[in-house]
Nanobody
Protein backbone atom coordinates (compact mmCIF):
# COMPACT_ATOMS: atom_id res chain seq x y z
CA UNK A 1 0.00 0.00 0.00
CA UNK A 2 1.23 3.47 -0.90
CA UNK A 3 -0.01 6.65 0.72
CA UNK A 4 0.43 9.97 -1.06
CA UNK A 5 0.30 13.40 0.57
CA UNK A 6 0.37 16.58 -1.50
CA UNK A 7 1.56 19.96 -0.26
CA UNK A 8 2.55 23.33 -1.65
CA UNK A 9 -0.78 24.62 -2.89
CA UNK A 10 -2.03 28.10 -2.17
CA UNK A 11 -3.12 31.43 -3.56
CA UNK A 12 -0.93 33.13 -6.14
CA UNK A 13 -1.33 35.97 -8.61
CA UNK A 14 -1.39 35.34 -12.32
CA UNK A 15 2.14 35.01 -13.64
CA UNK A 16 3.40 33.62 -10.36
CA UNK A 17 4.83 30.23 -9.46
CA UNK A 18 4.12 27.37 -7.10
CA UNK A 19 5.88 24.09 -6.45
CA UNK A 20 3.72 21.15 -5.44
CA UNK A 21 5.21 18.19 -3.62
CA UNK A 22 3.86 14.68 -3.29
CA UNK A 23 5.36 12.66 -0.44
CA UNK A 24 4.91 8.90 -0.68
CA UNK A 25 5.08 6.29 2.03
CA UNK A 26 6.41 2.82 1.41
CA UNK A 27 9.57 1.37 -0.06
CA UNK A 28 8.21 0.84 -3.55
CA UNK A 29 7.84 4.49 -4.60
CA UNK A 30 10.69 4.22 -7.07
CA UNK A 31 8.91 1.45 -8.98
CA UNK A 32 5.78 3.50 -9.68
CA UNK A 33 4.97 5.84 -12.48
CA UNK A 34 3.72 9.11 -10.98
CA UNK A 35 1.28 11.66 -12.26
CA UNK A 36 -0.47 14.90 -11.47
CA UNK A 37 -4.11 15.59 -12.23
CA UNK A 38 -6.37 18.52 -11.47
CA UNK A 39 -10.06 19.17 -11.06
CA UNK A 40 -11.67 22.57 -11.29
CA UNK A 41 -15.16 23.26 -9.86
CA UNK A 42 -17.83 21.81 -12.11
CA UNK A 43 -15.31 20.11 -14.37
CA UNK A 44 -13.98 16.60 -14.76
CA UNK A 45 -10.58 15.61 -13.45
CA UNK A 46 -7.95 16.18 -16.12
CA UNK A 47 -4.43 14.98 -16.71
CA UNK A 48 -1.61 17.46 -16.09
CA UNK A 49 1.72 15.63 -16.11
CA UNK A 50 3.30 12.20 -15.72
CA UNK A 51 6.78 10.85 -15.07
CA UNK A 52 8.25 7.36 -15.40
CA UNK A 53 9.62 5.40 -12.47
CA UNK A 54 13.20 6.47 -13.24
CA UNK A 55 12.38 10.06 -14.08
CA UNK A 56 13.85 9.66 -17.56
CA UNK A 57 10.55 10.15 -19.34
CA UNK A 58 7.94 12.83 -18.78
CA UNK A 59 4.75 13.89 -20.50
CA UNK A 60 2.73 17.06 -20.03
CA UNK A 61 -0.70 18.14 -21.15
CA UNK A 62 -0.68 20.69 -23.97
CA UNK A 63 -2.30 23.25 -21.68
CA UNK A 64 0.73 23.30 -19.36
CA UNK A 65 3.65 22.60 -21.71
CA UNK A 66 6.34 25.20 -21.40
CA UNK A 67 5.02 26.32 -18.01
CA UNK A 68 4.95 23.22 -15.77
CA UNK A 69 7.67 20.70 -15.05
CA UNK A 70 7.29 17.32 -13.36
CA UNK A 71 10.18 15.68 -11.53
CA UNK A 72 10.86 13.14 -8.81
CA UNK A 73 13.44 12.31 -6.17
CA UNK A 74 13.31 8.58 -5.52
CA UNK A 75 15.77 8.85 -2.64
CA UNK A 76 13.26 11.10 -0.86
CA UNK A 77 10.11 9.30 -2.07
CA UNK A 78 8.81 12.58 -3.43
CA UNK A 79 7.41 13.82 -6.72
CA UNK A 80 7.17 17.47 -7.68
CA UNK A 81 5.20 19.71 -9.98
CA UNK A 82 6.84 23.06 -10.67
CA UNK A 83 4.25 25.49 -11.98
CA UNK A 84 5.38 28.76 -13.56
CA UNK A 85 3.52 31.50 -15.39
CA UNK A 86 0.32 30.48 -13.68
CA UNK A 87 -3.00 31.52 -15.18
CA UNK A 88 -6.44 31.85 -13.58
CA UNK A 89 -7.55 28.81 -15.58
CA UNK A 90 -4.98 26.74 -13.66
CA UNK A 91 -7.14 27.13 -10.56
CA UNK A 92 -8.12 23.65 -9.36
CA UNK A 93 -7.51 20.98 -6.78
CA UNK A 94 -4.32 19.19 -7.78
CA UNK A 95 -3.91 15.49 -7.09
CA UNK A 96 -0.84 13.31 -7.30
CA UNK A 97 -1.22 9.66 -8.20
CA UNK A 98 0.89 6.52 -8.37
CA UNK A 99 0.64 3.79 -10.97
CA UNK A 100 2.01 0.25 -10.97
CA UNK A 101 2.83 0.89 -14.63
CA UNK A 102 6.41 2.13 -14.52
CA UNK A 103 6.28 4.26 -17.62
CA UNK A 104 4.53 7.52 -18.39
CA UNK A 105 0.82 7.11 -17.71
CA UNK A 106 -1.55 9.88 -18.88
CA UNK A 107 -4.76 7.99 -18.07
CA UNK A 108 -6.39 8.37 -14.65
CA UNK A 109 -7.91 4.89 -14.68
CA UNK A 110 -4.43 3.34 -14.75
CA UNK A 111 -3.44 4.87 -11.43
CA UNK A 112 -3.72 2.80 -8.29
CA UNK A 113 -3.08 5.33 -5.54
CA UNK A 114 -4.24 8.91 -5.07
CA UNK A 115 -3.49 11.73 -2.68
CA UNK A 116 -6.14 13.86 -1.03
CA UNK A 117 -5.44 16.90 -3.19
CA UNK A 118 -4.13 20.41 -2.65
CA UNK A 119 -5.90 23.60 -3.70
CA UNK A 120 -4.25 25.96 -6.15
CA UNK A 121 -5.93 29.30 -6.72
CA UNK A 122 -4.62 31.79 -9.26
CA UNK A 123 -6.02 35.30 -9.06
CA UNK A 124 -6.20 37.62 -12.05
Amino acid sequence: QVQLVESGGGLVQAGGSLRLSCAASGRTFSSYGMGWFRQAPGKEREFVAAISWSGDSTYLADSVKGRFTISRDNAKNTAFLQMNSLKPEDTAVYYCAGSRFRGVVPTATLYNYWGQGTQVTVSS
